[in-house]
Every structure is written in structure tokens, then in C-alpha cells.
């Protein structure tokens, strides 16, 4: 079977006009390989083994009359690009902008996080239906000391990391040294304060639709969790006394009559519903998102940390350019000058006074030709982006096992 495969006659390439390019993993992490795609015919044409500039460029100067290269913001396609088709007009791919901008969006807000924890929430961020939960149920002791535990962890590495950094070590040889991404490394090195785990919205629980009627008992003065845990099974709760009493023990006006003397001292006050800031990565999706379509929860958050200018300013900035990027294929909404948009936003970015925000404006005005195009004309690197999930489909059809020359007859023959 191996060698019919490899004995088949591969189906001609032909005159190409537009070409999309766009890497795949053939080791993730590891080593990566090029897919190019057809554009005109929806077809991939070629797999190269790595994602070099000179290979790609190599491969575009043995077919010459490409006349549109879409491709995402790499700078190895951008130089490949240049070197081996200089005429050809290159675009940068609108998915990959709006990525860009959330990533820069996620690393200032991760730097910050820890100063807008401390805003206060809005009035109407508070609010809350009765029974509507706004947190996790609370943990036992057991896991809450395994969460302390990793959180002195955490803060020891970030502190390590801190003091070599400002010690003048790179980011690369503190990864090396510590054994931390490089992701991480720079997450701690560039925090005003320590990042603390953001707190995720509570998922559903069966105990759900049964917490007014807790809420209300306990108003009365009921706090026995079994009474309690009686009364819905009546209801017709199916979960278990546990889900109760963890319920009850966090909204305990006084201890109950059996609690352990050594729990006495630990025994917390009642907790208030008080909402929990979303993480940087959830902010800056809500930032990013059309504001049309947010979520409440999405809004009143993006308004309490709007109380701090700096993040105001940011935000205002993101959206516009979401929104630039968004309706410059949208007849009814585009623009009348999506380049000067563009312009415009760049000034805004460049005096705005983040340096988040300006290294991204930089490298925008670095590949600005491609930029350009991609918000004035219609070509987009979608075609290579789904020919790329195809691709894997195929990678995981053999088990991961096929060798680079199988691959790609399969990738090839199978279009």
C-alpha cells in the first residue's frame, strides 16, 4: 500500500495567482512545517518541512506570477514573501490582528490585574436575582490548605524571578534557570504585584434551583443542614447532605451545636456575594468582543475596571480597533478610509502613553503594507487556517506515525 502511495503521480500545480501560507506542527513546540494553499482553486498545493525564510522563498521564485500572498503576521513569511516574490502584494490575515490585539490587551491587564482588583464594584455589577449564585461554593479545609501551599509556591518563584530580573538576568536565562515557561517568566517580571489567581465564575450545581428557599430558611433563622437538606429532598433535590452543609457552613451566624472545638477558632463570618474581578485573559476577551453582543456580567466588569483611566483609555483604544478590523469587509458599515482609520489609531496608540499598547502599534507600522491591505481589500488566509485543521485530521488518522514524504502525498493526493 506504502508503495502504490508513494508511486502515484502527484496532481500538477498549474499558474498560480493567489497563495496563502500558513505553518503547521509537525512536533508541536518542537518543529513546524509550511502549508501552501490555492486560493483561486480551495486547494493546498505543496507542504514544505520547516517554516524558514529561505525555503518558502526558494519555493516561491520556482513559480513565478504569484500576484497575492496571504499569510499571518510571522516575519519569516513576511521576509520569504519579500525575497521570493517582491511584486506580489502581500496580506495579513484579519483573524491573526484581532489575536494580536487580545494578547497584547492580556499581557498589560495580567502587569495590572493586581491594581484593579482593588476598584470597587458597581452597584449594578452587584445586584443579584435571589438564588443567583456570584461565586464557588467554599472549599473544605483540606483543600483550601493544598491552595495555599501552591499559592507560597507561586510567590516564591515569582519573587526569585523578580529579584533576577531586576538583577539585570534576560528573560530567556531566568526560564533557563528556574525551569519556568518563558510565558510565565514574563508574566512575573512585568507585574506591578503578585498575580493572583483569578477566581472563575461558579459552574452550574444541582443545588441551584433550591437556593431561594435556602436563602429564605435561613433569613428565619434556620441553620441546621440537615433540616434543611430534608426539606428539599421533599422538593425534589437528588444531591447529598454535603452539597448542604457546604452551603450552610459559609453563611453560619454562629457555630453549630457539634462543631469540633479545634473548628471553633476557624469558623468564618458569613461571606457576601461579593463578584471577583474576571482573569486578564477573560478581560481582555470581553474587551476585544463587539459590544453589542457582551454578556452582562461581561459589561459590568469591563465598567468597574474603566474606573481606572489607564484601563479606560486601553479599552477605548482596543475596541476601536477591534471594530476597525471587524467592519472593513462589511459593506454596510465599512469605512470610508479604513487605511486612514488606521493612521489615526496608530497616532491615538503612539501618544496613549502604554507600553503595551505602543509595541503593538509598532509592529503593526512594521508590517504596515500587509496590514493595509488586509482592511482594504477582500482576500483573507481563512482558506489555509481550515486546510491546516484538515491536515491534522489526516496526522491523527495514521497516529501521528506517517514520516514527512506520507504526509504530504496524503495531504496532496486526498485534495
Not at 530580573?165 to 530567556?172: N, R, Y
Not at 515557561?181 to 508574566?187: E, I, S
Not at 505602543?358 to 496590514?371: I, M, N, S, Y
Request: glycine share 6%.
Amino acid at each position: 500500500m506504502l508503495r502504490l502511495v508513494h508511486g502515484m503521480t502527484l496532481p500538477p500545480i498549474g499558474p498560480l495567482r493567489a497563495v496563502g501560507i500558513d505553518d503547521w506542527a509537525i512536533r508541536k513546540g518542537q518543529t513546524y512545517g509550511t502549508l501552501l494553499v490555492d486560493l483561486d482553486r480551495r486547494r493546498p498545493i505543496d507542504l514544505l518541512p520547516d517554516r524558514s525564510s529561505t525555503t518558502v522563498a526558494a519555493w516561491l521564485r520556482r513559480h513565478p506570477g504569484i500576484a497575492v500572498i496571504t499569510r499571518d503576521r510571522s516575519s519569516e513569511y513576511a521576509r520569504a514573501a519579500t525575497m521570493g516574490a517582491p511584486a506580489a502584494l502581500q496580506v495579513a490575515n484579519r483573524w491573526h490582528l484581532l489575536l494580536n490585539l487580545r494578547q497584547a490587551v492580556e499581557r498589560w491587564l495580567g502587569r495590572v490585574h493586581g491594581r484593579l482588583r482593588h476598584l470597587p464594584s458597581l452597584a449594578a455589577e452587584e445586584a443579584r436575582r435571589p438564588g443567583q449564585r456570584l461565586r464557588a461554593y467554599r472549599r473544605s479545609q483540606a483543600e483550601i490548605a493544598v491552595g495555599l501551599d501552591s499559592r507560597a509556591r507561586r510567590l516564591a518563584a515569582y519573587e526569585d524571578v523578580r529579584r533576577r530580573f531586576q538583577g539585570g538576568e534576560t528573560l530567556l536565562a531566568i526560564a533557563r534557570q528556574t525551569g519556568l515557561a518563558r510565558g510565565t517568566v514574563r508574566k512575573y517580571a512585568q507585574a506591578e504585584s503578585f498575580p493572583e489567581r483569578a477566581t472563575r465564575r461558579p459552574s452550574p450545581s444541582r443545588l441551584d434551583p433550591y437556593l431561594a428557599h435556602l436563602e429564605q430558611r435561613m433569613t428565619e433563622g434556620c441553620e441546621n443542614a440537615m433540616e434543611l437538606w430534608r426539606e428539599l429532598r421533599e422538593r425534589g433535590f437528588a444531591g447529598t447532605h454535603r452539597q448542604v452543609h457546604r452551603f450552610v457552613a459559609e453563611r453560619r451566624t454562629r457555630p453549630a451545636r457539634r462543631t469540633a472545638r479545634k473548628w471553633l477558632a476557624r469558623t468564618s463570618p458569613p461571606v457576601t456575594d461579593a463578584i471577583p474581578l474576571p482573569s486578564p485573559k477573560q478581560l481582555a476577551w470581553f474587551l476585544t468582543q463587539p459590544v453589542e453582543g457582551r454578556l452582562p456580567h461581561a459589561t459590568a466588569a469591563i465598567g468597574r475596571i474603566e474606573q481606572d483611566p489607564e484601563a479606560a483609555r486601553f479599552g477605548d483604544l482596543a475596541q476601536r480597533f477591534a471594530v476597525l478590523v471587524r467592519t472593513c469587509c462589511d459593506d454596510d458599515s465599512r469605512p470610508s478610509d479604513p487605511a486612514g482609520e488606521l493612521d489615526l489609531w496608530l497616532d491615538a496608540a503612539r501618544l496613549s502613553g502604554i507600553p503595551a499598547l505602543e509595541t503593538f502599534a509598532v509592529g503593526l507600522e512594521r508590517d504596515g503594507a500587509a496590514v493595509r491591505t488586509a482592511l482594504t481589500t477582500s482576500w483573507s488566509n481563512g482558506q489555509a487556517e481550515g486546510q491546516i485543521s484538515r491536515l491534522k485530521m489526516l496526522k491523527r488518522t495514521m497516529y501521528g506515525r506517517a514520516g514527512f514524504p506520507l504526509l504530504r502525498r496524503r495531504v496532496l493526493l486526498a485534495a
